[in-house]
């Protein structure tokens, strides 16, 4: 069983500057909540299919280490990743169009769950959409106060 969400915000930066933001490591924790650490482990940069990271997040109180994977890159456009956090599967991302000197930028996540999980799914559901809109506000403000 699979959920879909999506949030959107307008951040006064050009794509460029964003795009090159998520494709550091060291500025997911500034953003992601939850996030206490996110490192590259594969080589190479970031921003390119196959890439991989593993991120320390703190969730309901518990820390988990979140495996990530990139699977998706259009530069300047589209970074998306699959990760895993215990018995929850997830696929997210960012879509940036430009709109002039500013940028509308979309958060995605979808999540799968299996067996007993599936009775999670409308918790989830909040928390992932908490999740989206916190993750996009937490974006705007460190990209508009690093200027």
Not at 27 to 34: A, I, L, R, Y
Not at 130 to 142: D, F, I, M, Q
């Amino acid at each position: 069983m699979a959920g879909k969400l999506e949030a959107t915000i307008l951040i006064d930066r050009p794509t460029e500057d964003i795009f090159r933001f998520l494709n550091n490591p060291d500025n997911h924790p500034k953003f992601v909540p939850g996030m206490l650490a996110f490192k590259k482990i594969s080589p190479g940069p970031l921003g390119q299919v196959g890439a991989t990271a593993q991120g320390v997040r703190q969730f309901l109180g518990v820390k988990m280490n979140l495996p990530y994977e990139i699977t998706e890159v259009e530069q300047g456009n589209r970074l998306g990743m699959k990760g895993k956090m215990g018995p929850l599967t997830f696929n997210d991302g960012y879509i940036l169009e430009s709109m002039g000197p500013s940028t509308r930028v979309r958060f995605w996540l979808e999540f799968t769950l299996t067996g007993l999980m599936k009775l999670a799914r409308p918790f989830l559901a909040i928390v992932g959409k908490t999740h989206a809109h916190e993750t996009l506000r937490n974006l705007k403000k460190a990209l508009e106060i690093s200027g």
